[in-house]
């Protein structure tokens, strides 16, 4: 009989749905329920007998602390399934640590990701920051030339980290004309969907033939602020930067002070080095900065996403498989 901790929420939502999938897989699953009450904590003796555990969307953030106090409390647990695809919170490497296997829901939110940063850049690409400033005047502002955005077919993006969040955003940009160039570690796969793929030690150089630089990359200790303002100077002026990824990728001041100083034509920024975004942050204010709150993956879709993944891994997992999107000590995630 293998225990798998879930939440009450999860259970309500799919726990007659995984039982059933337990039956026709022959899987002797017992479900260990987390209280409804947040404060409400488990026996012990409970806790022991867990083996698995799933932490689902709806844990976070509220029910976290709940969560993982029963997760640090089973001494024989032996894999964590969790709904995100970024594993640099301390818990996970805590986890690790124990012996503990754990595999992410990586690919989960590609989709509607790689929708909202290619968003972000259709709206810096056909200037729209001038229209909506004209609207919230009521002013009728039509762009002339000289002032004609570039056509996007022909320019460049380089993506940074190129997982299935970047291989998404790629695929969107090379539909739309730019040309695309990647930056991962591992090698080139045929379905890899950019025009160049090439090793982070070629990131300075690529850098200056790119009009956009997208950053997709898990933060790790090679990537934390590797986007600094050296990086940055490399860029053309006029370019523009979108980040889905994490905030500290990127060195924020120096951000501000290129897209204060021009040399940075636009940003759309969805993460930050502090979040939430201070209320003084320049950032709010720039005409050309468009900002989300690190909600660049909201879609209805994306727990049923989540679940499909955790599925095919229970299944795998009673089966003694290899796992999907497993992480190791020393994985590289890019």
């Not at 229209?131 to 039509?142: I, T, V």
């Not at 120096?254 to 993460?271: E, I, K, P, R």
């Amino acid at each position: 009989m293998m225990t798998l901790i879930v939440s009450h929420q999860f259970n309500v939502g799919y726990g007659t749905n995984l039982a059933a999938f337990a039956a026709r897989a022959g899987i002797a699953l017992d479900l260990l329920v987390l209280p409804a009450d947040r404060d409400a904590r488990l026996a012990e003796a409970d806790c022991a007998r867990a083996e698995v555990a799933f932490f689902s969307g709806d844990v976070f953030p509220d029910f976290s602390r709940q969560f993982f106090s029963v997760v640090r409390k089973a001494p024989d647990l032996k894999w964590l399934h969790v709904f995100n695809a970024g594993v640099d919170h301390p818990i996970y490497a805590e986890m690790l640590a124990r012996g503990v296997r754990l595999t992410t829901s990586s690919g989960s939110t590609a989709e509607p990701i790689a929708q909202t940063a290619i968003t972000g850049l259709m709206m810096l690409a056909r200037n729209f920051p001038r229209w909506l400033a004209a609207q919230r005047k009521h002013g009728w502002d039509p762009m002339r030339a000289p002032d004609f955005p570039r056509d996007l077919r022909g320019q460049t993006l380089l993506v940074l980290g190129v997982g299935q969040i970047g291989s998404e955003i790629a695929r969107l940009a090379r539909a739309l004309g730019l040309h695309v160039i990647g930056i991962r570690r591992r090698p080139r796969r045929p379905e890899d969907p950019v025009d160049e793929l090439h090793p982070p030690a070629r990131l300075p150089e690529l850098l200056s033939r790119s009009d956009w630089l997208v950053i997709a990359c898990p933060l790790t200790a090679e990537t934390r602020r590797l986007v600094d303002a050296e990086m940055l100077a490399k860029l053309p002026r006029g370019a523009r930067v979108i980040n889905i990824a994490r905030g500290e990728v990127v060195d924020e001041p120096a951000l501000v002070a290129a897209l204060q100083s021009g040399h940075l034509g636009g940003a759309y920024l969805d993460v930050f080095e502090q979040e939430p975004l201070a209320q003084d942050s320049p950032l709010w204010d720039m005409p050309n900065v468009f900002i989300s709150p690190h909600n660049s993956a909201a879609a209805s879709g994306n727990d049923e996403r989540v679940y499909a993944i955790f599925l095919e891994n229970l299944r795998r997992w009673t089966r003694g498989e290899p796992l999907l999107n497993e992480v190791f000590k020393t994985s590289d995630q890019s």
